[in-house]
Every structure is written in C-alpha cells, then in structure tokens.
C-alpha cells in the first residue's frame, strides 16, 4: 500500500462511500454468516462494516506500514 492508497483508505470520503455506498452495491441484503474472512483490510474501515454484520470477523493485513487494526466481532 502506498502512502496515496493508504491516505485515500483512511479518509472520511472513503468511510462515507463504506458506509453509503458499498452495503447496498456490493453487500445487498445477502446474509454474511457467522464467520467473514477480510484479506487486506487496510485501515479497517470496510472490517467496521463487516463487523456490523456478520458474528466474527478475521481481518488480515500483511503490509507493515498500515495501522494496526484492533479486533472485531
């Protein structure tokens, strides 16, 4: 992840377009289960989300340079 990237990935624009526009988009109505897998999570703004929804969420994040995300679910 670049600083951009990670820049873009922390914003409030990026929590709002989470928040907004990716349940409806890309989640739907769809039920998650109990448990979710997140490769990649980043800040953890989409494993915010994903947490809402589903009992248990493991977010896996292998780039050193991003923050450090607190558990979940």
Same mark, same amino acid.
Do not use: K
């Given at each position: 992840?670049?600083? *951009?990237?990670? /820049?873009?990935?922390?914003?409030? *624009?990026?929590? @709002?377009? !989470? /928040?907004? %526009?990716?349940?409806?988009c890309?989640?739907? %109505? %769809? %039920?998650?289960?109990?448990?979710?897998?997140? !490769? =990649?999570?980043?800040?953890?703004?989409? $494993?915010d989300?994903? @947490?809402? /929804?589903?009992?248990?969420? $493991? @977010? !896996?994040?292998?780039? *050193?340079?991003?923050? $450090?995300?607190? =558990?979940?679910?």
């Open positions: 992840m670049n600083e *951009e990237h990670l /820049r873009l990935c922390a914003s409030a *624009e990026w929590a @709002a377009l !989470v /928040r907004e %526009d990716l349940p409806p890309v989640l739907g %109505d %769809d %039920d998650l289960g109990d448990a979710v897998l997140e !490769v =990649g999570a980043g800040p953890g703004l989409v $494993t989300l994903l @947490a809402e /929804r589903a009992r248990h969420v $493991t @977010a !896996v994040e292998i780039d *050193e340079r991003s923050p $450090t995300l607190c =558990g979940s679910g």
